[in-house]
C-alpha cells in the first residue's frame, strides 16, 4: 500500500475525528465507571436499587462496557503515538472514584461521580494536548 501525504486539512479533520472517538469512549467509560461505583456502594450497604440479581447484571455490563472503552481509548492513544499519561490519568480516576466509595458508603452525599468527570476532563484536555503537538 503506498502512502501519501495528507494535507493540512487532511490532517486536522483526522485529529478532529480521533479526538472524537476518544471523547466518546471517554464518556461512556465515565458513564458505566459510574453505574459500576453506585453497585460497589449498593452492595457494601446491602441497600439495591431493584434487587441484587438485576443490579449485579447491570453492573457487569457497565463494568463490560467500561473495560471495552479503556481498551479503545488505549488503542487510540497508542495508534497515534501518543504518551500514556491521559489514559492513566483516567484509570486514576476511577481508583480514586472507588476509593471515595468504599470510604463514605454511609454518607449520603456522593462525589464519586465529580470525581470520574473531572479525570475525564483533564484526560480529554491532555490527550487534545498530546494530538495537537504531533
Known amino acids: 500500500m503506498k502512502k501519501h501525504k495528507l494535507t493540512k486539512k487532511e490532517l486536522e479533520t483526522k485529529k478532529k475525528e480521533i479526538l472524537e472517538r476518544y471523547t466518546i469512549a ?5 458513564m458505566c465507571g459510574y453505574i459500576v461505583l453506585l453497585f460497589i ?6 441497600n ?16 463490560y462496557i467500561t473495560i471495552h472503552n479503556s481498551i ?9 503515538c501518543i504518551s500514556v ?14 476509593f471515595i466509595v468504599i470510604m463514605t458508603f454511609k ?3 456522593d ?8 479525570a475525564l476532563l483533564t484526560n480529554k484536555r491532555m490527550f487534545e494536548k498530546e494530538i495537537n503537538a504531533n
Open 26 to 30: 471517554g464518556l461512556w467509560q465515565t
Open 41 to 46: 456502594k449498593e452492595l457494601l450497604t446491602n
Open 48 to 63: 439495591y436499587l431493584i434487587s441484587f440479581s438485576i443490579d449485579i447484571l447491570v453492573a457487569i455490563v457497565a463494568f
Open 72 to 80: 479503545n481509548q488505549y488503542k487510540l492513544i497508542k495508534t497515534n
Open 85 to 98: 499519561k491521559p489514559f492513566y490519568f483516567q484509570i486514576f480516576g476511577f481508583i480514586v472514584g472507588l
Open 107 to 109: 454518607s449520603p452525599f
Open 111 to 118: 462525589i464519586s461521580f465529580a470525581i470520574l468527570v473531572v
